[in-house]
């Protein structure tokens, strides 16, 4: 299955700390990307702005989407569930542009699953013992949050054959130039 367009389609994932989001922050400046903003049912975070980070729908509304079709994959991370929107993708491909998913490893698996074509990227973490410190560091998860993170990050690190290319995040611009070269931008 292959987006319809001339653009292309870009998915990064890495377990939550990994420093994906810092990564995905970095390649936005490019006139030539667009990013994916997904639906999501978890509590909106301090700071975060609701169509900007994330839609922030119900349970209702989330389920309601996807009994229509709407979402390219979605899955259940611990607890709450986050979805592509089909119609996001659409309008950046179509216009010529890189349309960049950051999703968790599950959504992945789905896409690859159904043959979606595209770069696929893993950002990992140098060790685990980093890992917890970056989730400690961040403050926006409690104790009992950081450790369900990591247990679930232990899962996602063995997923690592989904992926076509690994950036190793010891260092944050040296992994910003990797994805970004591995882009293409
Ligand atoms: P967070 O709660 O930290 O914003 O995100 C939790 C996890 O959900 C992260 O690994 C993030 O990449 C992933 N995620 C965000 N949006 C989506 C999505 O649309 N689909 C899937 N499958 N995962 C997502």
Not at 29 to 48: D, H, L, Y
Not at 65 to 77: D, I, K, P, Q, T
Not at 90 to 107: C, L, M, P
């Amino acid at each position: 299955m292959a987006p319809k367009g001339k653009g292309k389609v870009v998915v990064i994932s890495g377990p939550s700390g990994a420093g994906k989001t810092s990564v995905c922050r970095a390649l936005k400046r490019s006139p030539e990307v667009v990013f994916s903003v997904s639906a999501t049912t978890r509590r909106q975070r301090e700071g975060e702005r609701d169509g900007v980070d994330y839609h922030f729908l119900s349970d209702e509304e989330f389920l309601a989407r996807e009994s229509r079709g709407e979402f390219l994959e979605w899955a259940v991370y611990n607890g709450n569930r986050y979805g592509t929107l089909r119609s996001e993708m659409d309008a950046a491909i179509e216009d010529g542009k890189t349309f960049i998913v950051e999703i968790e490893v599950q959504g992945t698996r789905s896409l690859r699953e159904a043959g979606f074509e595209g770069d696929y990227i893993f950002v990992v973490p140098p060790s685990m013992a980093e890992l917890r410190r970056r989730l400690v560091a961040r403050g926006a998860n409690s104790p009992e949050e950081i450790d369900a993170r990591l247990a679930i990050a232990e899962a996602e690190l063995k997923a690592k054959d989904l992926y076509d290319h690994v950036v190793v995040n010891a260092d944050l611009s040296q992994a910003i130039d990797e994805a970004s070269s591995l882009i293409g931008l």
